[in-house]
């Protein structure tokens, strides 16, 4: 068990809808990841946050959207859903950021298919 | 650009055998590359990692290999054994945003009997 709670495990839905997806990271921890995992595809980054503030970037694209709230807590959120967004989505947490950033732990992962 | 190659994307080995996965990446500001072990259904994990100031680190039977002139580094696992059966992910830290950590494509990697 890593520490990390995503939720939910899996959600099926249809296209041109809009789902949320959430992550509770490690206690301590105030960096968040969200990665990307198309089938037998790599770990593709999305958007990454600390303490509440976009940190940085990847190819995500303009339907997804994310946040981190106070509690360090952080949701992904995708819309317009195609086909193409079936993947599965991992959350990671660390304690640090920037050039202390170091392991990543990272949760079961939501599994999201698209009809 | 950020990115980093990773060769091969699939590899047989015989049980016992020795393992090699090469990573180039080529943002050369760079300082940070972990290894990451996904076994099948599960999320990955990290299984070996290197800073820029050293150039090889050990741990039991798998070993990490930098070098950072040619921008390459090397997951090497020695006596391989059916539990090593998984993908293998390396990674890097970017050096232009250091939040960033970029995976390379995957190794399947698959232990023969």
């Known amino acids: 068990d890593s520490g990390v709670t995503q939720t939910p495990k899996h959600l099926i839905t249809a296209t041109g809808q809009r789902v949320t997806l959430r992550c509770s990271p490690r206690?301590?921890?105030?960096?968040v990841y969200w990665y990307q995992q198309s089938l037998d595809q790599g770990l593709q980054f999305l958007i990454q946050?600390?303490?509440?503030?976009?940190?940085a970037k990847g190819n995500i694209l303009e339907r997804f959207s994310a946040q981190q709230f106070p509690d360090l807590h952080s949701e992904l959120n995708l819309s317009s859903l195609e086909l193409g967004d079936s993947a599965l989505y991992f959350c990671?947490?660390?304690?640090?950021?920037?050039?202390?950033?170091?392991?990543?732990?990272f949760g079961e992962g939501s599994r999201l298919t698209v009809l | 650009g950020e990115n980093v190659e990773q060769h091969p994307s699939t590899l047989s080995v015989q049980e016992g055998d020795s393992a090699v996965i090469k990573c180039t990446y080529s943002?050369?500001?760079?300082?940070?590359f972990p290894w990451y072990k996904q076994e099948l259904g599960k999320r990955p994990q990290l299984i070996i990692d290197?800073?820029?100031?050293?150039g090889e680190k050990k741990d039991q039977r798998i070993a990490v290999t930098l070098n950072k002139t040619a921008k390459h580094f090397s997951l090497h696992i020695t006596e391989t054994q059916p539990e090593d059966s998984a993908v293998y992910f390396c990674?890097?830290?970017?050096?232009?945003?250091?939040?960033?950590?970029?995976f390379g494509s995957g190794t399947r990697l698959s232990i023969r009997p």
């Open positions: 990671a947490s660390s304690v640090a950021r920037g050039l202390a950033a170091g392991e990543l732990f």
């Open positions: 206690s301590g921890d105030l960096s």
């Open positions: 946050y600390y303490n509440g503030e976009e940190r």
């Open positions: 943002d050369s500001a760079s300082n940070y």
């Open positions: 290197i800073r820029s100031n050293v």
């Open positions: 990674a890097y830290r970017s050096g232009s945003s250091a939040s960033k950590i970029i």
